[in-house]
């Protein structure tokens, strides 16, 4: 055979296997309580709404929705996320705003391939989203990672590093924000910032990517408007780039995402997914149109509001029952995750055998961090594993956090 | 907004929208009988068996099917298939030798970017597939041209390209063939030809990406074997990457594709894969792994075959009925086009907005061919347009080719 390390492209030797997915591999034995996955609880899946939908909508609208569609996305769902957006988010667009995508992994990938040229600099949050990471990783982007607290990405060092990059002339092409309910650390971005986000967008000519895969699953609390509603009110840059996914508030076996953006990036990322893929699966949108039109999007999401708050509950509650003094964990108001910071020398990392030895997994933090920082965190998933399981996973846990920061392992 | 001419990356750049499309708009009214597009005839789509199978998988294996898979693909359809490869095709392959992909463009797109850096050279058919074109310009390939005859690639003609690219020490990546009733030309490469691309997949130690999207639409004649076959059979190179997908045997709504390939080139793609869009919908790699497992398959594509060979026969009689000498045209046994030659002087490019006031379209030629040339060939598609159409369609053709060829125009 052909030498595959000569031969592979510059793209493929940068993208790397998520570490995520080596360590669940590590995890796949039955006693092993997990807060490592980031999966949606499957036993609340609108099943019969999906299994009815799906059958009508082959047998309504088959010649549209078994056949090749529009690159672009299918009216139909455009026209019931337009309603969306205005009824939840007052954002005012049209069809030309919108691009429907196979999924939010696959938006980020199509953001990724239009602006990104090998080693463009990208503004992160420490931490951000592997699956962001890899993806731009693979583009060519090299990373400038911005310090987060409890409200979210710090404002003043975003625009140092802003300045210090327009300074050296660098083709900065957008900054990575994961605004609500962040994966991994479930913080959400305070109101304040976001505006002052969408004035540094304006004063460095800079894009946002606004990605925004859990901003629905809120169990309290309000939500802070959209960054892309607030540009709307206020600067009008045009310049912020939202990716919303059906993943999390439905079902992520249908692969559906949307892009809400300028309609000159919308022409853009379309050419590009003609190449890529042609289009998304017809039939998988039209299941998602109906999913809002039918008014099955509040009554599942309430469904899925009240299952995960208790979960979070749960953990919240063992973590504070269990923990030594010293750890440290944020307390999200919706999303899948929470994050947990040990004492500063504590290592999450080193700590990973020893807690699957306990039979508990989670995901180690400096794996989200773009400069290999946060060593001492590590993202606890809630959604997946149920109250009793969490109770007990998270006194495992501590069991470990224990013995490492007091037997000194 | 930000300069998006300034900001854009080469990738996006290098991505221009399809000329067809462009074309596509110009005929869009009803009035105009369309053999330009390339789209299954929806009227013989399998409704029932797609509706209830999908209602089906979803109450029986919901917890799956809603839920993120993996991103090789689900064991179920892999199995299948395996079945599948074994008694059409006499191919013998494991589940570590398939990739599930979301349609075959997404393939060509991963192969594309595994190993294709800028200004490598990739050896394509003249003419060839325009959507793999188009996703391999955009990795930054250059291509080389080989020409065609009626039995495929001329081998003669790609062996000097070969020797030429490595004398040169040049970085080609891969030969990209459509073997099987080829798009746009309708031909299939003759057996004793493949029996030769794989000595010179062996010779150049070069890989041959087999890109047979309607191998399975064959309403007469016997298939040559595929590449990847005689490959396992003789020299065992391990070189051949075939493409499979259920757009045309089932419905390209469905977005469900399958690479096979040696396991170290599955597992790279893999990991591509996880970067672009994580997984590939399950509920739709149920539905096609329904599609084998019940028998439909046999079934349906029995059905398709007679109509699609109904109307290429009609196709075949009103251009012997109606074109003037000096024009020639492809007679394939399966597929979805025929390809027609007007004589060398008259241009189908220039042609098209006559033909357009005829209320007739095609795809002009030359948009297939890397190199610019065919400008006196044409693309008709049979599989869309009534039989009733086809013979009114064909006829206004042959008045346009009149005109062009005895008035000049």
Known sequence: MIDLVKNSSTVSRRTKASVIRELLKLTA???????????????????????????????????????????????????????????????????????????????????????????DPIIVELPSYIGGLQVFKSCGADFIGVKMDDEGVIIKELEQKLELLKNQEEHYKFVYLVPDFQNPSGVTLSEKRRHKIVELSEKYNVLIVEDSPYRQIRFQ???????????????????????????????PGLRIGIILAHENIIRKLAMLKQALDLCTSSLNQFIAAE??????????????????????????????ENMPEGVTWTKPEGGLFLWVRLPEHVSADDMFPEAVQENVAYVIGSAFHCDGSGKNTMRLNFSYATVEQ?????KRLATAVKKRMFQKV
């Open 291 to 320: 999913f809002l039109k039918t008014g099955e999007f509040e009554r599942h999401t309430d469904r899925i509001n009240k299952v995960y708050k208790s979960k979070k509950d749960a953990m919240l509650t063992s973590l504070q």
């Open 29 to 119: 034995k039955p006693e092993i309580i997990s807060f490592a996955g980031g999966l949606p609880d499957p036993k609340i899946f609108p099943y019969e709404f999906a299994a009815e939908t799906a059958k009508q909508v082959i047998l309504k609208k088959g010649e549209t929705a078994l056949q090749y569609g529009p690159t672009e996305g299918l009216a139909d769902l455009k026209q019931e996320f337009l309603k969306f957006l205005d009824k939840y988010e007052g954002i005012n667009a049209g069809p030309e705003n919108l691009l429907i995508t196979s999924a939010s992994q696959q938006a980020l990938d199509m953001v990724g391939r239009l602006f990104i040229d090998a080693g």
């Open 390 to 394: 969490i109770g007990e996973g998270v």
């Open 221 to 251: 609390g309000k939500s802070p408007k959209m960054i892309y509603k607030i540009d709307q009110d206020t600067l009008k840059t045009s310049n912020i780039v939202s990716i919303f996914t059906f993943s999390k508030t439905f079902a």
